[in-house]
């Protein structure tokens, strides 16, 4: 599968969620998510301070985009124009000399219980199935994070120990 034919899921849709490739427009929203502690409690390094480091996030996020044709998507209620409830998508990395799609969900704590970090989560593990089926969809999860857990789980990952690893933040 070319590049080409990854450009045409700029956009996922679920029954609940539209799933857009972000845009400078989201700089405020990664700004006011990784401001907020409880969004980033299991991973702290994922903090940000000022504005300028979400510009500096969100090109990290586009150069992934521009790259390889997919990256991580910016979660909005399709039903509605509002603000965005945060971002789902993958990345490659590397994890024991092997490169992977890594899942990645951050939506805003006050939408959290709701089922939308299962449903984006879910839409993207399966995108993923049918366009990059050479790199294995993993999600790195602290052991305490029970709710992360929870949604690797119901987007269809298992658990796999022989993956662990010390992460930024500690054990994933």
Known sequence: MG???LIDHEELRTPRLSLRRPTPADIDTIH???RDPRAYAHNPADALDTRAEAEERYLRWNEHWERHGFGYWTVHL???DHQPLGFCGIKLMTLHCRTVSNLFYRLDPPVWGNGFATEAATAV???????????PVIARVR???TASSTV???AGLRRAPQLDTEGEDGLD
């Open 3 to 5: 590049h080409a034919d």
């Open 78 to 80: 399709h039903l509605r």
């Open 143 to 145: 052991p305490d994070n």
């Open 32 to 34: 006011r998510l990784h």
């Open 125 to 135: 593990v399966d995108w993923a199935a049918g366009h990059l089926t050479a790199h």
């Open 152 to 154: 690797a789980v119901r």
